[in-house]
T-cell receptor, first 113, second 117 residues
Framework: GENVEQHPSTLSVQEGDSAVIKCTYSDSASNYFPWYKQELGKGPQLIIDIRSNVGEKKDQRIAVTLNKTAKHFSLHITETQPEDSAVYFCAALTSGSARQLTFGSGTQLTVLP | NAGVTQTPKFQVLKTGQSMTLQCAQDMNHNSMYWYRQDPGMGLRLIYY???????DKGEVPDGYNVSRLKKQNFLLGLESAAPSQTSVYFC????????????????FGEGSRLTVL
């Protein structure tokens, strides 16, 4: 089955700096890669996603890049703000008939004022 | 709209006890899911239901059972709780079972924290 590794597990940045979270996946047939943000005491919420036919996608201060050859994808947050502090999960959609998301282990991002 | 509502939010059980976690969604979604979240392990799928009346095993189904008798409800049962089932449980729903489509976006509840002593 699919295996998704996520790094780092914790990340602290100064407000206004950029943050980068990286994930690798094992199944070369995976073709959909969403990112979810989980605020304290809440359930995860989709913030951005990318499909395998696209190399990069941006939405205001967040962007995701995908390298299919290396089987890794990354989340980039620019001009970080305190409200960006949360746990971020990457995921990959498995191939085959079941086609369920496999999540990474999560990254606790802390934006320091 | 309430979205996805989970009850209870907190529960403490003794080993061997049984309980049911309840999940309700008011978005008319067809698919529903149960995940567990453990430190350093992300979200792992326990069971899912692509549509009312159908259920399928996910990555970690052992020790659990589910029921989807109504479209808006998805129940997760623990027949004989074990300490290894101490976790935070999340219910989610999506309009489509195709998670790679816009209609497949997962909407999560706020979680149920279960402790098994």
């Amino acid at each position: 089955g699919e295996n998704v590794e996520q790094h780092p597990s914790t990340l602290s940045v100064q407000e206004g700096d950029s943050a980068v979270i990286k994930c690798t996946y094992s199944d070369s047939a995976s073709n959909y890669f969403p990112w979810y943000k989980q605020e304290l005491g809440k359930g995860p919420q989709l913030i951005i996603d990318i499909r395998s036919n696209v190399g990069e996608k941006k939405d205001q201060r967040i962007a995701v890049t995908l390298n299919k050859t290396a089987k890794h994808f990354s989340l980039h947050i620019t001009e970080t703000q305190p409200e960006d502090s949360a746990v971020y999960f990457c995921a990959a959609l498995t191939s085959g008939s079941a086609r369920q998301l496999t999540f990474g282990s999560g990254t606790q991002l802390t934006v320091l004022p | 709209n309430a979205g996805v509502t989970q009850t209870p939010k907190f529960q403490v059980l003794k080993t061997g006890q049984s309980m049911t976690l309840q999940c309700a969604q008011d978005m008319n979604h067809n698919s529903m899911y149960w995940y567990r979240q453990d430190p350093g392990m992300g979200l792992r799928l326990i069971y899912y239901s692509a549509s009312e009346g159908t259920t399928d095993k996910g990555e970690v189904p052992d020790g659990y059972n589910v029921s989807r008798l109504k479209k808006q409800n998805f129940l997760l049962g623990l027949e004989s709780a074990a300490p290894s089932q101490t976790s935070v449980y999340f219910c989610a729903s999506s309009y489509s079972k195709r998670q790679d489509r816009g209609s497949g976006e997962l909407f999560f509840g706020e979680g149920s924290r279960l402790t098994v002593l």
